[in-house]
């Protein structure tokens, strides 16, 4: 429970992070997060861990927690690496992929059109997370997997808030989806891997656009 208390509380701070409503230099202190949100701050402690790995926040014993500038480079280099390990994912995907996983995807596509059409953001945020984690566990290689996994929830709050802040992002990243399933259902696996590559690109420069867009 606590887990998820944390997890909602890093997207929230995230969040606000991101569209400007909490601005770089401001302090964060655990008590008074604790008491916005209810909790204790034993989820808070958590919280800003992750952000702390994101590069949104910067711990300092003594001194606490502040808000920073994550770098554009920093920001581009992350994404650089979760491109070619996404891309060599789908590619595995295309080749390793269960029949359950494969049906598993196409759920999760029909997920993001029901999202897209109500243009419920939230939801559809939530769909492409599932959607890329399934391509990182069809790749069958459980070692590209952990590491994947372990970039993606550093850029989250980045992509997450692209869905929310650029025009035409979810549109976009939805047409980017449809390719990249139908070509792992094809089996098509260097199709697959060029269009993955090309959507964490796009991914990337409508983060750092968001990102420079709030300076």
């Known amino acids: 429970m ?7 509380i890093f997207r929230n701070l995230a969040d606000q992070i991101l569209s400007g409503r909490i601005a770089p ?3 964060m202190e655990e008590q008074v997060v604790a008491n916005e949100f209810g909790v204790s701050r034993t989820p808070v402690r958590d919280a800003l861990r992750q952000l702390a790995a994101t590069g949104l926040v910067e711990i300092k014993p003594n001194r606490g927690v502040t808000v920073v500038d994550p770098p554009i480079h920093q920001l581009n ?3 650089e690496a979760l491109g070619e390990l996404e891309a060599l994912c789908a590619r595995l995907s295309a080749q390793r ?10 759920m999760i596509m029909q997920e993001c059109r029901t999202a897209m059409r109500g243009k419920n ?5 939530d769909a ?15 070692t590209l997997e952990e590491i994947a996994v372990a970039l993606w929830q550093r850029l ?10 650029v025009r035409g992002r979810m549109q976009a990243s939805l047409k980017e989806h449809e390719g990249i399933s139908k070509a792992i259902l094809a089996k098509n696996a260097e199709l697959a891997h060029t269009m993955m590559r090309d959507h964490v690109t796009n991914s990337n420069m409508n983060a750092v656009e968001h990102l420079t867009s709030q300076k």
């Open 2 to 8: 606590s887990a998820t208390i944390a997890e909602d």
């Open 156 to 165: 989250e709050p980045f992509r997450r808030s692209s869905f929310f802040e």
């Open 121 to 125: 953001r939230k939801k559809y945020a």
């Open 77 to 79: 280099d992350m994404f």
């Open 128 to 142: 492409n997370e599932q959607f890329h984690k399934l391509i990182y566990q069809g790749s069958h290689n459980q």
């Open 97 to 106: 992929m269960s029949d359950i996983e494969r049906k598993k995807l196409d």
């Open 25 to 27: 230099g401001q302090r």
